[in-house]
């Protein structure tokens, strides 16, 4: 499934996956679209599938200087060497009855590959939260049990809150408690194949809103950055919270191109 840029496949053996779901107010794939300009990751390659959307356009993290011709398509992967990290970047939502084919695949590609681990960037409705969720911080994480042993001290001094089991039915009181993500798109599927294949994944998530989801894609990004210190703040000033997150110029475009000036 995946094609490299160059002539030979590149080295990604103990990288940290990242990647998106595609989910609601596409949080991930703007949390990704983050990390990808911030850290000016080059492309190593794309998947060729046919479980997505078909689309392609213009170069989304172009600059003056650069290529604005480039051409990007549905699932593009990036890399950066220096920090181990990879990056899935998808672009369009799947087809019908094809998305767990994709999880599959994806995961059987991130084995053959030698990731170290997978982080998912996600998002689910804020209006399905329980009455604890409504009251607490709306991240909340989900790890496999095989990661559990490595990272879970570092999450917990984090003070991270994991994802609660609620009702499967939950217009049913005599039903079954599992983990439910709606509007999580893949997530779900994701996080039971790695469990079952007892791949090391992380989820992230974000309770939200649809509508303008960039501060959302912001706070998920540093939320994740909290843990694996992606990049560190400008100074050790008053500001240092401030982190130079450096927003792609295709955002410009995100709700469409303005309103012509001859309508008034």
């Given at each position: ?45 794309y998947f060729y599938t046919d479980c997505l959307v078909p689309m392609v356009g213009n170069n989304p993290y172009a600059t003056e200087e650069e290529d604005w011709n480039e051409l990007s398509i549905n699932a593009e992967v990036y890399s950066l ?48 939260r329980t009455d604890v969720q409504l009251r607490s911080t709306p991240f909340r994480y989900l790890l496999t049990p095989c990661l559990q042993k490595s990272v879970q001290n570092k999450i917990k001094s984090l003070n991270w809150l994991e994802m ?101």
């Open positions: 499934m995946f094609v490299p840029c160059g002539e030979s496949v590149p080295d990604l053996k103990n990288f940290t996956l990242l990647m998106p779901a595609v989910s609601v107010g596409n949080v991930g794939q703007l949390a990704i679209d983050l990390i990808i300009s911030t850290l000016n990751m080059c492309k190593i390659g060497p220096s920090k181990k990290l990879v990056v899935l970047q998808l672009r369009s939502i799947f087809i019908k009855y094809k998305s767990k084919s994709f999880c599959e695949k994806l995961l059987a590609w991130a084995e053959s590959s030698c990731c170290a681990r997978i982080i998912v960037l996600s998002s689910s409705h804020s209006y399905h609660e089991k609620s009702r499967c039915i939950p217009e049913m009181s005599d039903s079954e408690f599992c983990i439910r993500i709606p509007g999580g798109g893949i997530t779900k599927t994701l996080y039971e194949e790695s469990c079952c294949k007892e791949i090391q994944m992380a989820v992230l998530l974000k309770f939200v809103s649809e509508g303008d989801n960039i501060p959302d894609a912001v706070s998920l990004v540093e939320y994740l950055n909290e843990w694996l210190q992606i990049i560190k703040p400008c100074s050790d000033g008053p500001v240092a919270s401030v982190l130079p997150w450096k927003i792609p110029s295709s955002w410009r475009l995100l709700f469409g191109s303005g309103l012509p000036p001859a309508l008034f």
